[in-house]
């Protein structure tokens, strides 16, 4: 049970642009380089970010991305989930649970809480927190 | 970030053996219907459950499997850990981690972080407080 590589790329990305000056864009490619980000990959990434609304694309030559609000109005579960979908730690968190212990199974309690710590965390950790610094 | 199908049923069949008296074996078979776990897929699992400490493995018709200490000794940490090698939320939390960040990304503090509180959870939940309880 880990974080994909898809959106641990994602979280570095959105930490990159929090840490920009209000306003400015950054291409695929200055973002690529400066976070070690295979380009390809994290062309689909930012796109799948602006589809979440969490980014903001502008299109042409001097084109790029941008946040959408407010860094610290972005935390790192709106980016995950964006990436992975709803959080679920154990299968049977999920309200379609129809494992034959339900609804007595007391491990399903256990995973319920962590779910819900953890969701908690990363709802709380946002990118006004988090944010790339860059040396001029 | 889910855990796998294989821990799941791992932690079941514990469960299922913690329920047990004391010193009784169950087979293969007896597990996988009760826990409504693919027989094939549970035999590897108890295999490895075996090779990990956590059962010990009974030969001849008469045989079968048991817990191999009492259960409130054997945790979830134990079982998942088992089945998916150490618990590791991010790829970063490794002592592996040669990220271009490191050691200065303030992300990977909040993962190590996580990740502690989480397996502290893990290693706290013990098959002597979740057990399988059986119908006369």
Request: glycine share 6%.
């Amino acid at each position: 049970m880990q974080l994909s590589r898809k959106a641990d790329y994602a979280l570095r990305a959105v930490m990159h642009f929090a840490g920009m000056p209000k306003g400015k864009l950054a291409s695929i490619g200055t973002v690529a380089k400066a976070q070690k980000i295979p380009r390809e990959f994290l062309a689909k990434i930012l796109k799948d970010l602006t589809w979440a609304g969490i980014l903001v694309s502008y299109q042409g030559v001097t084109g790029g991305y941008r946040l959408s609000r407010p860094a610290r109005d972005i935390s790192f579960l709106d980016v995950i989930e964006a990436m992975e979908g709803p959080i679920a730690l154990n299968l049977c968190t999920q309200d379609s649970c129809e494992c034959d212990h339900y609804p007595d199974c007391k491990m399903r309690d256990f995973w319920v809480k962590e779910e819900e710590h953890f969701k908690k965390m990363l709802s709380r950790a946002n990118f006004g927190k988090y944010k790339a610094v860059y040396k001029k």
